[in-house]
């Protein structure tokens, strides 16, 4: 299994505004993977990072609005950029257990209102 | 096209009652894993189980089951004498088979289980 730490767990922020959440893994992984889940809905996978090279982004996500950083193989980061009350999600960075196994660990989620 | 359903919007039971969690599921695919997941208040997903398509035994861990079904298509999930920790909302979820990507797996709409003293 993996422990996956990320930061900030909740915050408030004003409409505008740009928030970067931070994802720390306690061993090497190739892939990290982005997702957003909106208040009482499922996972959306929002990007597919990979050391060394750019995010990957799922149909309706972009890389102007979700920045993406992966400068090694145990960290990444996800700003969500102009905020607006739209972005008001639980925010989860999330590694594969195993190859092709399909198995998820996830951290415990970044919790965004935005005002 | 893959597709992972789960009809209880929420759930309320009285501790000590078992009670069972809906998954039905739609794909193409011969070969696939299922897995459901459990995600507390804290926020973060926990992972309860995998199960191969074929792989049809029940299996069974402590107070939890798992009923896999593939003739209709359904992988339920039952919680046995239930307890106010397992209040959480629990995800179903599908993947093909041989796919290294998470990009692939489909989660279900999630259950939200309440379990009151």
């Known amino acids: 299994s993996a422990v996956i730490s990320q930061k900030p767990s909740r915050d408030i922020c004003q409409r505008g505004t740009s928030l970067t959440i931070q994802c720390q893994v306690d061993?090497?992984?190739?892939?990290m993977f982005w997702y957003r889940q909106q208040p009482g809905q499922s996972l959306t996978l929002i990007a597919t990072?990979?050391?060394?090279?750019?995010?990957?982004?799922e149909s309706g996500f972009v890389i102007d609005k979700f920045p993406i950083s992966r400068p090694n193989l145990t960290f990444s980061t996800l700003t969500v950029s102009n905020m607006s009350p739209e972005d008001s999600s639980i925010y989860l960075c999330?590694?594969?257990?195993?190859?092709?196994?399909?198995?998820?660990?996830f951290g415990e989620g970044s919790r965004l209102t935005v005002l | 096209a893959q597709k992972v359903t789960q009809a209880q919007t929420e759930i309320s039971v009285v501790e000590k009652e078992d009670v069972t969690l809906d998954c039905v599921y739609e794909?193409?695919?011969?070969?696939?894993?299922l897995f459901w997941y459990k995600q507390p208040p804290s926020g973060e997903l926990v992972f309860l189980i995998r199960r191969n398509s074929f792989d049809e035994q029940n299996e069974i861990s402590g107070r939890y089951s798992w009923n896999f079904q593939k003739s209709t298509s359904s992988f339920n999930f039952t919680i046995t004498a239930s307890q106010v920790v397992d209040s959480a909302v629990y995800f179903c979820a599908l993947i093909q088979t041989g796919y290294s990507s998470a990009s692939k797996i489909i989660f279900g709409s999630g259950t939200r289980l309440s379990i009151r003293p």
């Open positions: 794909t193409r695919d011969t070969t696939y894993y």
């Open positions: 061993s090497q992984v190739t892939m």
């Open positions: 999330s590694v594969e257990g195993g190859l092709n196994t399909g198995e998820l660990f």
């Open positions: 990072a990979n050391q060394g090279s750019e995010a990957t982004y």
